[in-house]
């Protein structure tokens, strides 16, 4: 049976909603869920009313706090690991992208990725064709889908293809695993970069490599 909330509650409005905000950081870091099916799944976990429950909702942002939380509490020994091996295949295609204005975003950048994450670049170019060929000259096996541009709400481009991960911390079992990560790189354009991600919220290749330096 699904909990009936009295929103005159205040403190209790905040306990529930510092609980979905943890139940749902546990399911995106150990069962790689994405942040809206987190929050969806963590209400039905907690038996509450998904209707009444809605604004008590955290945003994606406090979410993140509680994934770093989380992280940094039952990971702590092996997961700056991953996330270095991470950002270093990161920035290697930064670099190979040099020319159609790279940016990494996405949990990698924030430093919240799991071995359930991929690694999301964005270009900043509108030269759709011309990087689904230079990825044939690199002989790199893509699939494209395409995504709703954020302005003008036309299809855009995703490049999507699996790249080597070799001597990477599992942050469930803290062994070595020889795998293979996700890297998706999206044309977008000028306009929807800037309105999709602040400054603090992407990464070109000298960020990135200050990142890596600095953490």
């Known amino acids: 049976m699904t909990k009936n909330i009295n929103f005159m509650d205040t403190h209790y409005q905040d306990d529930l909603r510092n609980s979905i905000a943890l139940t749902a950081a546990r399911l995106i870091v150990e069962e790689g869920f994405d942040y809206e099916r ?3 799944k963590a209400l039905k976990l907690l038996k509450l009313d998904t209707r009444q429950s809605f604004n008590l909702l955290p945003s994606n942002e406090e979410i993140e706090l509680e ?3 989380y992280l940094d509490t039952f990971y702590g020994d092996t997961h700056p690991a991953l996330i270095e091996n991470l950002r270093i295949i990161a920035l290697n295609w930064l670099d190979k992208l040099n020319q159609f204005n790279p940016y990494l975003v996405g949990p990698v950048l924030t430093g919240t990725a799991t071995e359930h994450n991929d690694i999301s670049i964005i270009c900043d170019s509108h030269q759709s064709k011309e990087l689904g060929f230079y990825l044939i000259d690199l002989k790199i096996d893509y699939e494209v889908t395409e995504n709703l541009n954020y302005t ?6 995703r490049y999507s ?3 080597p991960l070799e001597n990477t911390h599992n942050t469930q079992t803290g062994e070595h695993t020889k795998t293979s990560i996700g890297i998706h790189i999206s044309i977008v354009s000028p306009e929807d970069s800037r309105n999709l991600w602040k400054r ?3 990464a070109n290749a000298k960020q990135l490599t200050a990142l890596i330096k600095t953490t």
């Open 161 to 163: 293809f699996m790249w």
């Open 200 to 202: 603090n919220q992407r």
């Open 152 to 157: 003008t709400r036309m299809p855009t481009e």
């Open 67 to 69: 994934v770093t939380t």
């Open 38 to 40: 987190a929050k969806n």
